[in-house]
Each structure stands twice: as structure tokens, then as C-alpha cells.
């Protein structure tokens, strides 16, 4: 599997950013998916996360109610919707495939596959 991520730009706080996680490979439909975030200095964190399904989704306490993680099977792709956007969520964000397809898992040591990552930068 192999995963690209896009979407990521400069954005005032407050506002709104989708990021695209395209994967190549018959068995991503299979595969949770997850992004994850490292900010200048700072460990990779989790952000969210969703079953093959789609019918489950796991967020960071710092993105309920403002993201909102989703896939479309039929084109291999996994979104974030970030919405409310703050300076402190500036980040590389990379998308990461995790084989168990539960979609819980909110260490990147666990995950299979990454992405090359997308920059976010909010100013105030």
C-alpha cells in the first residue's frame, strides 16, 4: 500500500482545510487508516482515525468537534475535514494504514504504511 497525502496549505485561524489521503493497492478498502501530526519540536500525535469501514472513527481529544475523518472505498481515499482551524494545530500531517482495519489505534508505531505528509500552517 502506499499512501499520499495532499490538501495541506496556509489557512488563517478559524478556517477550514480538507486533507486527501490517496492509497494505491487492491487491499486499502481493507485498512484502517490514520492521521497523525508533528508540529516543529514536538513528537508525531494522533489526530483521528476510522475503520475499513468507515462505520468507526477515533479522535484526539484536540480534534472532537473540529475534524471530522472520513473515507471513500471506491476511490481509495481517506479525508480529514478540519474545521475552526487554530495556530496550534500547525503540523505535518501524514496519513498511515494500520492492516487490523478496527481503527483504535492512536500509536504510530502500530500503523503499517505511511504517507509523506501534507504542511498545515494557521497564522493568527
Known amino acids: 500500500v502506499q499512501l499520499q497525502a495532499s490538501g495541506g496549505g496556509l489557512v488563517q485561524a478559524g478556517g477550514s482545510l480538507r486533507l486527501s489521503c490517496a492509497a494505491s493497492?487492491?487491499?486499502?478498502?481493507?485498512?484502517?487508516t490514520g492521521w497523525f501530526r508533528q508540529a516543529p519540536g514536538k513528537e508525531r500525535e494522533f489526530v483521528a482515525a476510522?475503520?475499513?469501514?468507515?462505520?468507526?472513527?477515533n479522535y484526539a481529544d484536540s480534534a472532537k468537534g473540529r475534524f471530522t475523518i472520513s473515507r471513500d472505498n471506491a476511490k481509495n481515499t481517506v479525508y480529514l475535514q478540519m474545521n475552526s482551524l487554530k495556530p496550534e494545530d500547525t503540523a505535518v500531517y501524514y496519513c498511515?494504514?494500520?492492516?487490523?482495519?478496527?481503527?483504535?489505534?492512536?500509536?504510530?508505531?502500530?500503523?503499517?504504511?505511511w504517507g509523506q505528509g501534507t504542511r498545515v500552517t494557521v497564522s493568527s
Open positions: 498511515a494504514a494500520d492492516r487490523t482495519g478496527v481503527g483504535r489505534r492512536t500509536t504510530s508505531a502500530l500503523y503499517d504504511y
Open positions: 493497492g487492491r487491499t486499502f478498502s481493507s485498512y484502517a
Open positions: 476510522i475503520a475499513w469501514s468507515g462505520g468507526s472513527t
